[in-house]
């Protein structure tokens, strides 16, 4: 069975900071999918990145980037010079290859404080 | 593009009383699923479907039946509302088997008392 935990419930930083948000996957497949999204207040889903499990680069876009290790099953994702638009609840999720559907991890809520 | 859209996006209903959610999408997505989101507990999936006529059941399928009958559409029914149906739901579709960043639709607010 697949498994996401986000040990972070919640983040309060100030604006500016850097904050990193942990994620953790199981899984037992070999080809396996990681995703991340944002919840703002309004509520919508927002896709953020994907990433197949054969491609360990880091990512970054803009103030974000990703930190994949398939060495520690972490999936981490740093919101760098951090902006109050940024307060949201952020998902971690994982897919296995060959299914449409997602395990996400029970969310992170970033409150980031002008 | 309309996308997935979701409706209604707030509902009130009483504990015993059926009623449909409602996902349609406009881009000739093949999977589509529902997902339930509660407090803490993130995104849990209740029921998915491959290609029109075909469903299969996710992690927490009871109470909620589903029908495909056709690409654009994938409602989710409640025959009979509990107090731990209440939730926010949300439909999505993608693309390909090989998951294509999921469409999510804006969610349903779902109240039952």
């Known amino acids: 069975a697949q498994k996401v935990t986000q040990a972070q419930t919640e983040i309060s930083v100030v604006e500016k900071e850097d904050v990193t948000l942990d994620c953790v996957y199981e899984t037992r497949d070999t080809t396996y999918y990681l995703f991340w999204y944002k919840q703002p207040p309004s509520g919508e889903l927002v896709f953020l990145i994907r990433r197949n499990s054969f491609d360990e680069q880091n990512e970054i876009s803009g103030r974000y980037s990703w930190n994949f290790q398939k060495s520690t099953s972490s999936f981490n994702f740093t919101i760098t010079a951090s902006q109050v638009v940024d307060s949201a609840v952020y998902f971690c999720?994982?897919?296995?290859?060959?299914?449409?559907?997602?395990?996400f991890g029970k969310g992170t809520m970033l409150l980031v404080s002008p | 593009n309309a996308g997935v859209t979701q409706t209604p996006k707030f509902q009130v209903l009483k504990t015993g009383q059926s009623m449909t959610l409602q996902c349609a999408q406009d881009m000739n997505h093949e999977y589509m699923s529902w997902y339930r989101q509660d407090p803490g507990m993130g995104l849990r999936l209740i029921h998915y479907?491959?290609?029109?006529?075909?469903?299969d059941q996710g992690e927490v399928p009871n109470g909620y039946n589903v029908s495909r009958s056709t690409t654009e559409d994938f409602p989710l029914r409640l025959l009979s509302a509990a107090p731990s149906q209440t939730s926010v739901y949300f439909c999505?579709?993608?693309?390909?088997?090989?998951?294509?960043?999921?469409?999510f639709g804006n969610g349903t607010r779902l109240t039952v008392t």
């Open positions: 479907s491959v290609g029109a006529g075909i469903t």
């Open positions: 999505a579709s993608s693309q390909d088997r090989e998951v294509s960043p999921l469409h």
């Open positions: 999720a994982l897919s296995e290859a060959g299914y449409s559907t997602l395990t």
